[in-house]
């Protein structure tokens, strides 16, 4: 008991953070993130993003920006809390609770960088057919999108979590 | 809407309430803490967006796998009725 409190402690504590990271940070400082993403939305829409200093990633050939506020964190924020919150059960010792605050990180990290990617991919889709939208402004439709990928996101991470909770929870209890 | 849909959507809101808790916890609450409320209707305009279009998307989640489940059913009982001349 003492063990998860102390990690669920850990976690709001790094969720504070992490947000507070990311309200400083310049577009520059996120390379650790934007850079990933870039070069998968890239791969995604066969399109080439430089780095663009000071801003963070740009395409010249679709006119598409991949800046500070598009960088994920928020929702990699949302995710490592929920992983965390959601297999603290899991925590028994020190080293088991180190052990799911870094899966927790890993896995939300690898799934920001994925959702983003293609929440980004569908954008410069959008961006390019945007007769079949015109009841929404550009940047309206460009919100409606990141909501519904950054949640959907969230929840295909969630029942992944869950799956792998039930799948292992028998070979622990067989043992 | 019967007891049967209502049970199907409160399934799926309890199934979501993780995630949407850390959705609305990351985009609204800390916000809000950090006063982004200040910039006034533009955050309320933005707010009430994030607020609105999660819970539609799990209706509509709902509604679609329930209509596809309720053809499939229907498809493969008439799949499965023996043709008239068959019982004559």
């Keep these: ?175 | 809407m019967n007891g049967a849909v209502w049970s199907v959507m409160g399934r799926a809101f309890r199934r979501a309430a993780p995630p949407l808790a850390w959705y609305y916890a990351i985009t609204l609450v800390l916000p809000v803490a950090h006063g982004a409320a200040q910039a006034g209707a533009l955050f309320a305009e933005h707010a009430l967006v994030v607020l609105v279009l999660p819970p539609a998307l799990i209706v509509f989640a709902c509604a679609s796998r329930e209509g596809v489940r309720m053809l499939a059913t229907r498809a493969r009982a008439c799949w499965r009725r023996p043709p008239r001349h068959a019982l004559s």
């Excluded at chain 1, 963070?56 to 992983?83: D, T, V």
């Excluded at chain 1, 954008?123 to 959907?152: K, N």
């Design chain 1, 1 to 175: 008991m003492k063990t998860r409190l102390s990690v669920l402690t850990v976690v709001i504590l790094a969720v504070w953070g992490m947000k507070r990271y990311y309200a400083d940070a310049g577009g520059d400082d996120l390379w650790w993130i934007l850079k990933p993403t870039a070069r998968l939305a890239g791969v995604m829409t066969g399109t080439a993003f430089a780095a663009a200093p000071g801003e963070g990633y740009f395409s010249r050939e679709r006119l598409f920006l991949i800046e500070k506020s598009c960088a994920g964190i928020n929702f990699m924020i949302a995710a490592f809390g929920m992983l965390a919150f959601a297999l603290v059960h899991r925590a028994a010792s020190v080293v088991s609770g180190a052990r799911l605050l870094a899966v927790s990180v890993l896995a939300s990290y690898v799934a920001a960088v994925l959702v983003n990617a293609v929440r980004i991919a569908i954008a410069i889709w959008l961006a390019a057919h945007p007769v079949a939208l015109s009841t929404f402004t550009r940047a309206g439709v460009h919100r409606l999108e990141g909501i519904a990928v950054y949640f959907g996101g969230l929840m295909l991470l969630y029942e992944l979590a869950q799956r792998f909770d039930r799948r292992a929870a028998p070979a622990r209890s067989g043992r």
